[in-house]
């Protein structure tokens, strides 16, 4: 079956501007994560929906960073004022549900700010 | 502060012969611990994971052991083949939580 996608796979946009990130998770898991990768580094926890609703928002950064997933499935990230420093690949993973279930990651979309 | 501690950045292994990567952590909530494999420019793709309440599982080639006393665990493949060679995560995970803390990364060549 499909696995989860994100468009788009790499965006560019200039310092100030607004982005928004989508995350198509597996048909019918429950919970959906965004993760964010920097070079170098592991994938680092942003937040994550049981449902519509945000569980865990603990790892976002700052309030130029939100996120939604108004009806369950399809979530967007958006990310206002990007500055440089956002500059990462963005990583979507959907499971089950939370606990024990395995993460399913998608390709992830790399974001350059410039 | 790095919960999930991956000292090797890379470990390089001929072919056929074991690969042995290696994961510290050091948060005593983790109770669960799962091992990523990612090629470039795709997501992290789950090799195998463990609970706390075990200290062996093993999938095929994929091994990963744990030992809770030392907060450390380890993956093992044997044979290594070429398709191995990747960047492996560790990652752990508390039982009330629900995302993934995640090391630093392995890459791991496999030479034929």
């Known amino acids: 079956g499909a696995g989860v996608s994100q468009t788009p796979s790499n965006k560019v946009t200039e310092k100030g501007k607004y982005v928004e990130l989508r995350c198509d998770p597996i048909s019918g898991h429950t919970a959906l994560y965004w993760y964010r990768q920097s070079l170098g580094q592991g994938p680092e926890f942003l937040i994550y929906?049981?449902?519509?609703?945000?569980?865990?928002d603990s790892g976002l950064p700052n309030d130029r960073f939100f996120a939604v997933r108004p009806e369950g499935s399809v979530s967007t990230l958006k990310i206002q004022r990007t500055e440089r420093g956002d500059s990462a690949v963005y990583l979507c993973?959907?499971?089950?549900?939370?606990?024990?279930?395995?993460?399913?990651f998608g390709p992830g979309t790399r974001l350059t700010v410039l | 502060d790095q919960q999930v501690k991956q000292n090797s950045p890379s470990l390089s292994v001929q072919e056929g012969r074991i690969s042995i990567l290696n994961c510290d952590y050091t948060?005593?909530?983790?109770?669960?611990f799962l091992w990523y494999k990612k090629y470039p420019a795709e997501g992290p793709t789950f090799l195998i994971s463990i609970s706390s309440i075990k200290d062996k599982n093993e999938d095929g080639r994929f091994t990963v052991f744990l030992n809770k006393s030392a907060k450390h665990l380890s993956l093992h493949i044997v044979p290594s083949q070429p398709g191995d060679s990747a960047v492996y995560f560790c990652a752990a995970s508390e039982r009330s939580q629900g995302n993934l803390i995640f090391g630093k990364g392995t890459k791991l060549s496999v030479k034929p």
């Open positions: 993973a959907s499971s089950l549900g939370t606990g024990r279930n395995e993460q399913f």
């Open positions: 948060n005593s909530m983790f109770d669960y």
């Open positions: 929906f049981q449902g519509t609703g945000a569980a865990d």
